[in-house]
């Protein structure tokens, strides 16, 4: 978990400079900066939240202090943020406080958007960021995003089609066949094109739940702060 989101898994190894080297990947240089023990607090952190996540259960400040350890409390801020920082940057999820009296928390998808990325009746960890992401490539190529230019996207943050990735699974799967089917996404043949080449549109759920404004700001929101150091993350995030 303190390792770079475009780390793969087993099933496929790349190049230093093959791995993910965008923003998008900023939480491994957050990490870096902290001692190894903190850094460990975090990802023990993170992994409770996620867990919280899958079981859609709340989780409260009481269990992430346990989870940290009496002798971390002091630091538990520190620990708490960079949660958040990792959480909302890998996963596309935020963490909101839902009851300020016994100070519980719930994770939710960033943007509005009601998909974690994985079909229903399976388990997987969210991938809302990756959906923004895929998103943010299609308004930046006018709203058409050839194939080539989605996949030279994701390239650069180490994902790959048919290759599986420890945290986002077989990513072509998702992109056109999983999001296709839940209408976040169009995959689409360009009309005349010989041979065959394919494109991505935003789907019509992805127009309802979400804006071409909103997923500028959430990227602008990212790459305005120091690489690799700090995002915006939501009133919850401050314990």
Known sequence: MAGAPGSQSHQGSSSPDEEGSSTWGAPAGAQASLPDALRVKVAGLVLLLLLKYRTKQPTTRA????????????RFPVIFRRACEYLQLVFGVDVKEV???EHSYVLVS???????GTPSGRDGMPKTSLLVLVLWVILLEDDRAPEEAVWEALGVMG?????????YGEPRELLTEVWVQEGYLEYRQVPGSEPARYEFLW????????????????????????PGVSVSVRRGCEP
Not at 159 to 167: I, L, N, P
Not at 215 to 221: F, P, T
Request: net charge negative.
């Open 203 to 226: 789907g019509p759920r992805a127009h309802a739940e979400t804006s071409g404004v909103q997923v500028l700001q959430h990227i602008l929101a990212v790459n305005s702060r120091q």
């Open 110 to 116: 960033i943007l509005g958007l009601s998909c974690d």
């Open 99 to 101: 009851d300020p009296r």
């Open 63 to 74: 269990e992430m202090l346990a989870a940290v350890s009496r002798d971390d409390r002091d």
């Open 159 to 167: 994902v790959y089609a048919g290759r599986e990735h420890v945290f």
